[in-house]
């Protein structure tokens, strides 16, 4: 995987860009985060579809449960 760094020189203003690869330890933090995002999004569908099964149990669509919470 490619990293792309920038760096600002405030005192000169000088940018450079470097565009390097990813140490071993990038790449394992890079996995972990991917990993975690997506046990978050499959977590919220779970909860959604729960939520969605009690609205369906109740009769409820979205838009009313909306009305009578807001």
């Given at each position: 995987m490619?990293?792309?760094?920038?760096?600002?020189?405030?005192?000169?203003?000088?940018v450079?860009?470097?565009?390097r690869?990813?140490t071993?330890?990038e790449?394992?933090?890079?996995?972990?985060?991917?990993?975690?995002?997506?046990?978050?999004e499959?977590?919220?569908?779970a909860?959604?579809?729960?939520?969605?099964?009690?609205?369906?149990?109740?009769?409820?669509?979205?838009?009313?449960?909306a009305a009578?919470?807001?």
């Amino acid at each position: 995987m490619i990293i792309n760094e920038r760096f600002h020189d405030a005192v000169t203003g000088e940018v450079t860009d470097i565009q390097r690869e990813a140490t071993p330890e990038e790449l394992k933090r890079f996995k972990e985060i991917e990993a975690q995002k997506k046990a978050e999004e499959k977590e919220k569908l779970a909860k959604d579809a729960a939520r969605q099964a009690v609205l369906d149990k109740l009769g409820l669509s979205a838009d009313e449960v909306a009305a009578l919470l807001g």
